[in-house]
């Protein structure tokens, strides 16, 4: 049911919420045209305006609910104009569906591949608190109190927060005492990355705060870190101009190993559902006792390979980032393990020259950031390793990449892991068998 509303200058339009598409973006039709609604969910009828008409599609803003859908919820949050989550309003066995309907859309259009028997969606162990790392957009007021928070939906205002309910509880205790500072700063903006550490004990501090000017060389901050640095919960605080050479703390111990981060250095936010994904790697790399020769391209710190060299498989692997790659490093030596080697270089060139000197691995693990690596795939597929393993935060970027592969490659099975509750992005390994 369409219904148009009479307003002088921007129509308004009463439209049904059909389904929902990647970005969390509702899907209606009217007079022939699809009409994306951010935010909106299926079953929910809303009055919206058309922001952009493409012709056949348009996207538009969401003014108001005619009628709220059954599936909606009371969310959790209590910061409802917050666009750091896209469905607190959302039932999360909804929100699995729609992930699953994400990664087989993106295959079966993109792709030109039918998802394999068995895929499922693996939902996060916790809906709430799971995040240990968090970037937050921050604000020193004229009167010296300070606020932090994330932007307001779809605009570049702060909305200032004292707690994020999918932040872990270590990191809210931090952002409830930095919305009660005051400090003699001049008036300005920053960005501050908080990130949980593993507790060696109960009195160890477990997070390292880093605070990003909006000017690069404006060192006024200084007094905010200052204050933060005092605070019980925080083990490192600095200005991001520090993170040249940043200490390496332990951010977990796991099956026997400890993995190291930096502060401001990236690692999964969801650890608990992180090491399911390293135990689902771990299993399909030794299910066949041959495959010994393990190349990681985009391996970050280690975290996929790390325990696969700690079981004796032979392991390269090659990150851009080189505080990664120290850190890395650090744990195969803190760890004692031998037949692993991890070095700073372009993971994309060093496939071009790998395959060039004819190169062999049994395995290789690709975790490339969320634009893929469409540039490589006609090296990944020349190498003709027995086994690709593929992980990936876009399932659009996954399935155009894994279309290059389909000729030579068996696409033994697909997994989606819901590292990220209560927003649209899921993260996707893809398992790839070579035909011959």
């Not at 994306?36 to 009055?47: E, L, Q, T, W």
């Not at 039918?114 to 895929?119: E, F, K, V, W």
């Not at 991001?240 to 930096?262: D, H, M, R, V, W």
């Not at 393990?337 to 000197?357: F, H, R, V």
């Amino acid at each position: 049911m369409i219904e148009r509303n009479e307003v002088s200058d921007v129509p308004e339009i009463t439209v049904d919420i059909e389904k929902v598409a990647y970005g969390a973006l509702g899907i209606a039709r009217h007079e022939g045209q699809t009409i994306f609604v951010p935010g909106a969910i299926p079953g929910d009828r809303v009055v919206i305006s058309i922001e952009s008409d493409k012709g056949r599609y348009a996207h538009a803003k969401l003014i108001s609910y005619a009628v709220k859908s059954p599936l909606t919820q009371k969310p959790s949050c209590a910061y409802e104009s917050c666009g750091g989550c896209q469905w607190q309003h959302a039932s999360y066995r909804e929100q699995l569906s729609w992930k699953g309907s994400f990664v087989a859309d993106a295959f079966e259009r993109i792709g030109k591949i039918p998802l394999p028997i068995g895929y499922k969606v693996l939902p996060s162990p916790t809906e709430l608190n799971y995040r240990n790392r968090v970037l937050l957009r921050g604000t020193v007021h004229k009167d010296g109190s300070v606020g932090v928070g994330f932007f307001k939906k779809a605009t570049k205002e702060q909305v200032h927060i004292d707690r994020c309910m999918i932040a872990r509880p270590i990191l809210n205790r931090v952002i409830e005492q930095i919305s009660r500072l005051n400090i003699s700063v001049k008036p300005q903006k920053f960005r501050m990355e908080l990130q949980e550490f593993e507790a060696l004990s109960e009195q160890t501090a477990q997070v390292s705060v880093v605070v990003h000017p909006v000017l690069k060389h404006d060192l006024s901050l200084e007094k905010l870190v200052e204050k933060l640095g005092a605070f019980h919960e925080v083990i490192w605080s600095g200005l991001s101009t520090e993170l040249k050479n940043p200490p390496f703390i332990p951010l977990e111990t796991y099956q026997g190993l400890s993995y190291f981060s930096a502060p401001g250095q990236f690692f999964q936010v969801n650890l608990a559902h992180n090491r399911q994904l390293r135990e689902f790697v771990q299993q399909e790399v030794t299910k066949d006792e041959q495959a010994n020769k393990i190349l990681d391209l985009f391996c970050g710190s280690g975290n996929l390979s790390l325990g696969l060299a700690a079981a004796g498989k032979t392991v390269f692997g090659v990150e851009a980032n080189p505080i990664a790659i120290k850190a890395a490093n650090y744990a195969v030596t803190y760890n004692r393990i031998e037949n692993c080697t991890y070095k700073t270089g372009d993971a994309l060139k060093y496939l071009s020259k790998s395959c060039k000197k004819q190169e062999q691995f049994d395995v290789v693990l690709v975790d490339p950031p969320r634009a893929g690596m469409k540039e490589g795939m006609s090296f990944l597929r020349a190498m003709t390793p027995k086994k690709i393993i593929y992980v990936s935060c876009d399932p659009n970027t996954l399935a155009r990449d894994l279309r290059e592969l389909k000729d030579d490659y068996h696409l033994e099975s697909v997994t989606s892991f819901d590292f990220f509750p209560h927003t649209y992005h899921v993260e996707t390994a893809a398992v790839l068998q070579l035909k011959s």
